[in-house]
C-alpha cells in the first residue's frame, strides 16, 4: 500500500462514478483487516503507528467512496475540475427557483403527505442529477460538465436534511 494512491488505487478499484457498494464495503473490511494496529503488536510501537495510519487514510477513502456526492466531487477534483462549493455558490436559474419553490413548500406543509410528496419530489430530482452524474464522468469523461450537477447535488443534500427536519414538526 502506498499512502500517496488516490482512494480508488488505495482500494484496488475503477476510478470512476458507478461503484458496487458491497463490492466497496468487503474491500474496506480486508484492508482494515490487514492494517489493523494490533496485527503489528510485536513489530513494536513504531510499526504500530505505521499501521495507525494506514486505519485511518483507509477510513478516510471509505468514507470518501462510499458516498455517491463526495465519489463525484472526488472525481471531478482528481480530474482537475474542482468543484469549489465554498467559494462559487453560483447556479442556474431555474435551479435556484426550484430551491425557493421547494423551501416555501417546506415553509407552507400542513402535514406529513405535504413533506412526502415535496420528498418525494426532490428525490425524484436527485435520481435525475445522480444519472447524469454517472453519464458525464463514466461515459462522457467530461469531469467540467459534471461540476454543475455535483453542485446541484450538493444544494439538494443540504435541503434534504432541513426537509427531515420538517418531519419533526408533526411528530
Known amino acids: 500500500m502506498n499512502l500517496q494512491s488516490n482512494d480508488f488505487e488505495l482500494f484496488g478499484l475503477k476510478q470512476q462514478f458507478v461503484q458496487d457498494r458491497a463490492a466497496l464495503d468487503a474491500r474496506w473490511k480486508a484492508l482494515q483487516r490487514e492494517a489493523h494496529p494490533d496485527k503489528f503488536a510485536a513489530q513494536g510501537s513504531a510499526a504500530q ?9 483507509i477510513n478516510e477513502a471509505y468514507q470518501r467512496l462510499k458516498d455517491p456526492l463526495k465519489r463525484a466531487a ?13 467559494s462559487n455558490t453560483a447556479m442556474p436559474t431555474a ?3 426550484q430551491q425557493m419553490e421547494w423551501r416555501e413548500l417546506l415553509d407552507e406543509a400542513q402535514n406529513v403527505s405535504d ?3 415535496l420528498n418525494a419530489r426532490v428525490d425524484a430530482t436527485r435520481a435525475e442529477l445522480m444519472q447524469e452524474c454517472a453519464q458525464l464522468l463514466d461515459l462522457q469523461q467530461d469531469f467540467n460538465a459534471a461540476v454543475q450537477p455535483v453542485r446541484a447535488l450538493m444544494f ?13 414538526k408533526f411528530e
Open 49 to 57: 503507528r505505521v499501521a495507525m495510519q494506514w486505519s485511518v487514510r
Open 74 to 86: 472526488y472525481l471531478c477534483e482528481l480530474s482537475g475540475a474542482p468543484i469549489n462549493a465554498h
Open 95 to 97: 435551479f435556484l427557483m
Open 115 to 117: 413533506l412526502e410528496a
Open 156 to 168: 439538494i443534500d443540504k435541503f434534504s436534511h432541513d426537509l427531515e427536519h420538517g418531519f419533526d
